[in-house]
């Protein structure tokens, strides 16, 4: 099992990418995607147009994914699965194991308290349940956040929090990656907020920056790293030494906030993920 964002990790095509949740490369989104299950064990197929081997995905929440090239048939996955049995097993247990010793707010389905680390900013979320199909998220007062509606539908509420997130990643991290820029003399085109599954943040061939809203959980010298990073991909398109020369010169202390960030998959809660965040790659 490799780190998930190693100075080893080579060009991505034109496109430079930082992993998020990941170990080993981040994958494209995929075009298609179906569920499968072998002897009892349940996994996602999911098909990557750039996909170029079979990867194994196994989540930091139990989920199993396996990427696979278009030019592999789907019908073969069961007999890879099984080849690869004992690893995903024991990756597998380890993480649940894991999730044991968690806070509340990561493994809750709903949050009742948020921590934005980045910002640095705590939230307290108040749900008031009400008949009807709306859901809404208002403020009321500095930092509590009232959901209003039809608050039993857990995915309708976790669904509205991470667009909130989005709004919220979307006002503090354009500005202040503005600012970084300017600060490391490392210009950009332009730059956007969603929300990737295995990326912290990537940058294309035409200097386009997107950053993962995901980042408001982590702390602030670690957001930074990433924007860092992803600033330097403007110049070298790759991980090649040229580029980490860059980065070392623009932020000497890389190589701690590396480590650190490869760990960062615990800062971010369940339930901003649709299925569940973070995987080891095999």
Known sequence: MSDAFSKERGA????GALGANTAGDSLPRSNRSSNGSSNGLDYRIRVS??????NIHVSHWGDVEIVIPPSVDPRQVPEIVERRREWIVRTRQRFL?????????????LPEEIQLRSLPET???IYAPAPGTQLTAT???PHQLHVHGPTENLESCQSLLRRWLNRKATYHFLPWLRQVSREIDLPYASASVR????????CSS???ISLNAKLLFLPAPLVRYVFIHELCHTV?????????????????????????LQKAWCYVPAWVERSRPTSATQ
């Open 123 to 125: 939230w307290t979320v």
């Open 206 to 208: 035409k200097r386009t």
């Open 49 to 54: 147009k750039r996909a170029k081997n079979i």
């Open 195 to 202: 929300q990737q599954k295995t990326r912290w943040a990537s």
């Open 139 to 141: 403020t009321r007062s």
């Open 97 to 109: 194991d894991r999730q044991e010793t968690m806070p509340l707010d990561v493994v809750q389905p």
């Open 236 to 260: 070298h398109m790759n991980h090649s030494a040229q580029f980490w020369a860059l980065v070392g010169k623009k932020e000497p202390d890389y190589e701690r906030l590396d480590q650190e």
């Open 12 to 15: 991505m095509g034109h496109q």
